[in-house]
């Protein structure tokens, strides 16, 4: 009988190319459109509250604001926010801190009103002044020295305090020390968590203060 050898070649080999999965690309353009959603929410939620005042007392408006700050932490986290960005006259919208706010409140007792409050700080002189005017002539500030410790902290330690009225100035003493985090920082405005946790969120005034 005959037999039949049969070779069994394999069959040839096809290459499939799988396409790459699509991935999600963050772009230096969906950060600054997300950084804008953010700040404008921000702003918006403390744009009626009396830079801080209103907000006292009402407990689930301040949860929301602290919400919106958490927010703007996580854009910044991993940002630089203690160089030469930090140095500005920068103008209080919003705070929890009762010093401040009682000053502001109180002001009218004392026959005047509160204007324009400021942290003037110049890293490269390592001061930072806090400042609560009172148009048109009397200043409250106390001076600071200022360290950078890190990335987003600040230590200072204040020097003293001046009480001027537009023809008389009363020197204090100073009082205390502690540290600040500017949590975000941009052109516009800055976010700030301190030794205290309270916050602060301010924006660049349109001068510079000078004592």
Same mark, same amino acid.
């Given at each position: 009988?005959?037999?039949?050898?049969?070779?069994?070649?394999?069959?040839?080999?096809?290459?499939?190319?799988?396409?790459?999965?699509?991935? @999600?690309?963050?772009?230096? @353009?969906?950060?600054?459109?997300?950084?804008?959603?953010?700040?404008?929410?921000?702003?918006?939620?403390?744009?009626?509250?009396?830079?801080?005042? !209103?907000?006292?007392?009402?407990?689930?408006?301040?949860? @929301?604001?602290?919400? /919106?700050?958490?927010?703007?932490?996580? *854009?910044?986290?991993?940002?630089?926010?203690?160089?030469?960005?930090?140095?500005?006259?920068?103008?209080?919208?919003?705070?929890? =801190?009762?010093?401040?706010?009682?000053?502001?409140? !109180? /002001?009218?007792?004392?026959?005047?009103?509160?204007?324009?409050?400021?942290?003037?700080?110049?890293?490269?002189?390592?001061?930072?002044?806090?400042?609560?005017?009172?148009?048109?002539?009397g200043v409250f500030f106390v001076r600071s020295s200022i360290e950078v410790s890190s990335s987003q902290r600040v230590n200072f330690r204040f020097t @003293?305090?001046? *009480?001027?009225?537009?023809?008389?100035?009363?020197?204090?003493?100073?009082?205390?020390?502690?540290?600040?985090?500017?949590?975000?920082?941009? =052109?516009?405005?800055?976010?700030?968590?301190?030794?205290?946790?309270?916050?602060?969120?301010?924006?660049?005034?349109?001068?510079?203060?000078?004592?």
């Open positions: 009988m005959a037999t039949c050898h049969c070779l069994l070649l394999p069959a040839p080999f096809k290459h499939t190319i799988i396409p790459p999965k699509p991935t @999600s690309k963050i772009t230096c @353009s969906s950060m600054t459109t997300q950084s804008q959603s953010a700040k404008q929410h921000l702003l918006t939620l403390i744009s009626d509250q009396h830079r801080g005042l !209103k907000t006292q007392n009402d407990p689930i408006k301040r949860s @929301s604001i602290i919400q /919106a700050i958490d927010a703007m932490a996580d *854009l910044g986290k991993d940002t630089v926010t203690t160089d030469d960005s930090l140095s500005a006259t920068w103008r209080l919208l919003w705070t929890t =801190e009762k010093e401040q706010l009682f000053i502001i409140e !109180k /002001a009218p007792f004392f026959g005047t009103q509160a204007g324009d409050v400021l942290q003037v700080i110049d890293v490269e002189k390592r001061t930072l002044n806090n400042v609560i005017t009172f148009p048109p002539d @003293s305090a001046v *009480l001027r009225g537009k023809n008389w100035e009363i020197p204090l003493p100073p009082f205390g020390q502690g540290w600040f985090e500017s949590l975000y920082i941009d =052109e516009e405005i800055r976010v700030v968590k301190d030794i205290r946790g309270d916050y602060l969120v301010v924006d660049k005034a349109p001068y510079a203060w000078k004592e």
